[in-house]
């Protein structure tokens, strides 16, 4: 039996505070491409809570429907792709490998993204990227409220591969042929447990806003970064104020705090 059955599906619609759309078309996939970057945050607390990350479809819809939670790329891409399935659109998975600081790519199966109907990129587990799909036909610049987006021929010899810029950087290198959810264990296994992961070295819990502004908590600090691109920074005293800040900001109830997994030295 499929996982989203009318009755998930209803759940993670509501989840997202949406309702069915009549059809699988590009408005309705842009509608819930938003509200799921508004709604479901992009968090790697599970690494910090010594939780286990499994990319299984019903792991899927119980941490982030049932349980109220976010996920990583592999979570969130993984289970949007299962709802988009059952709502009439046709997904595929395509591994990514992410720009660092250096210019160089990342491991492989470093990020899931989704190819949805042929055309779209959808990527709800990016963090700070585009609030809405991009056009994988367009050949000039998206601009859209996350920045200017540009979809090109990768080079290097990267035969059919893309890479993705936002505002003339580039943020992944995206492999066109379909993957299965599978073939990611590994990378999710690396980011999980690695120390050279930037996912180990601390929490961090992240969405968009309503008004279109970023809310982040990065371990005892909260992040409010308007639309506009005014940035404050408040510095959580107590365990409590931070376990408050998850409730209010990002609706998740934590009886115990996440503790780095591998914390980066003091100066850097």
């Not at 970023?214 to 104020?241: C, F, K, M, Y």
């Amino acid at each position: 039996m499929e996982l989203l059955d009318d009755v998930r599906t209803d759940a993670y619609l509501g989840r997202l505070g949406a309702v069915r759309p009549e059809g699988a078309g590009a408005a309705s996939l842009r509608e819930l491409h938003l509200l799921h970057l508004r709604t479901v945050p992009f968090e790697n607390l599970a690494i910090h809570l010594g939780e286990e990350i499994a990319l299984t479809r019903d792991a899927f819809f119980d941490k982030i429907v049932t349980a109220g939670r976010g996920g990583i790329c592999y979570e969130l891409n993984g289970a949007f792709a299962e709802l988009l399935g059952a709502l009439g659109h046709r997904v595929e998975l395509l591994q990514a490998r992410v720009y660092g600081k250096d210019g160089e790519v990342g491991i492989p199966y470093d990020h899931l993204a989704l190819r949805v109907d042929g055309r779209w990129l959808a990527d709800v587990g990016f963090g700070d990227h585009s609030a809405y799909p991009l056009d994988l036909d367009e050949p000039g610049e998206q601009k859209d409220p996350g920045g200017v987006f540009l979809v090109r021929a990768a080079g290097d010899g990267a035969e059919g591969d893309l890479d993705v810029l936002r505002d003339g950087v580039p943020a992944y290198r995206l492999e066109t042929r379909p993957r299965a959810l599978a073939d990611f264990r590994t990378g999710a296994w690396w980011h999980r447990t690695s120390p050279e992961s930037g996912f180990t070295s601390g929490p961090v819990c992240s969405r968009i806003t309503e008004d279109g502004g970023r809310i982040t908590l990065r371990d005892h600090t909260l992040i409010a970064t308007s639309a506009d691109g005014d940035r404050t920074e408040e510095e959580l005293a107590t365990e409590e104020e931070v376990r408050a800040a998850y409730r209010a900001e990002f609706g998740i109830l934590l009886d115990r705090l996440p503790v780095a997994l591998h914390p980066r030295p003091q100066e850097e």
